[in-house]
């Protein structure tokens, strides 16, 4: 299949490696022509403007946006539009929030536009080896694009969540759903580190990942970061709350869902921006392993940037 990636930062960039692995044509544009470099480097077409883009790609075109959620999809939704053309398929792969997913299908729909939304998870790993695609969109279109998720998604990995806004709002959920087991296993080291025993703490880390209950990916990465830093001496416990915790949180308010567990997790990372914690390091650690996310040095005065979204 043809795509236009439009985004090259860590997630963009190997999602683009992960397609052209597969034997897909991808026509990559980002605003920093470096980046576009980088990709071309990688077997890539770069494009350094989005008209060139989108001459660069047979109809019906795929456009698959990397860009963060809000202002940037609509500023980039802005300048790719007067370049496409009735059954053009726009894929935003970010985390936006379904209401303007929704909003921005209406707009798109009018021109015949047909967009579709991908709530993407995995981080960075997942983005270059198997991703786990949640995806919004008419059944059609599904099917069209069902080829290039089967190759670039992990086993099982990818879903028809059903119409569009649903990849989303999935997507929205799972990263509240994430929230609280970060912090779980936040507490659970702080509570080890603190107590009254010499623990390695990255032995305990994996002994936990074979065979326990809580075992997993998230586990295993836990083990990867102590063995960098086995008390997490280098970094700050500053855990910057990225958009879909709080979005999560109003939805389950809105529809009246019990959720505290989502919600004391979002007040945590709004605390941790007040106040360091071993806790705090654990989850800062976590979110650099999977996503990517730079913690801030523990010598760092005052609190940075959000991160981009897990």
Request: include cysteine; charge should be negative; charged fraction near 20%.
């Amino acid at each position: 299949m043809e795509i236009g990636l439009v985004g090259l930062g860590r997630m963009g960039l190997n999602l683009a490696i992960n397609m052209l692995s597969h034997g897909h044509r991808v026509v990559a544009y980002n605003r920093s022509p470096e980046r576009v470099r980088v990709a071309e480097k990688e077997g890539a077409t770069g494009a350094y403007s989005l008209d060139e883009l989108a001459a660069k790609l047979a109809a019906p075109r795929v456009v698959w946006l990397m860009v963060p959620a809000g202002r940037p999809v609509d500023e980039m939704l802005d300048g790719l539009v007067p370049h496409l053309s009735s059954e053009d398929i726009v894929i935003d792969g970010g985390n936006s929030h379904y209401q303007d997913t929704l909003r921005r299908h209406a707009t798109l729909s009018q021109r015949g536009i047909r967009l579709v939304d991908i709530g993407t998870s995995g981080g960075v790993e997942g983005a270059r080896n198997g991703v786990c695609a949640m995806v919004g969109a008419d059944p059609e279109v599904f099917s069209f694009i069902e080829p290039l998720l089967q190759d670039i998604s992990a086993k099982h990995g990818y879903l028809h969540t059903g119409p569009v806004g649903s990849g989303h709002f999935a997507k929205m959920v799972h990263n509240g759903v994430e929230y609280g087991m970060l912090q779980a296993i936040g507490e659970g080291f702080e509570l080890l580190e603190r107590g009254p025993f010499a623990f390695d703490l990255a032995a305990i880390a994996r002994v936990w990942n074979h065979g326990s209950v809580i075992r997993g990916w998230l586990m295993a990465l836990m083990e990867q970061a102590f063995r960098k830093d086995p008390r997490l001496d280098g970094i700050r416990g500053v855990v910057h709350s990225s958009g879909e915790g709080l979005w999560a949180v109003k939805a389950a308010l809105d529809l009246g869902v019990p959720a505290p567990v989502m919600a004391i997790s979002l007040l945590v990372r709004y605390r941790s921006e007040q106040e360091d914690s071993f806790a705090g390091k654990v989850v800062a650690a976590l979110r650099r392993e999977f996503g990517g996310h730079p913690p801030e040095p523990a010598a760092a005065q005052g609190a940075a940037p959000a991160g981009a979204d897990e």
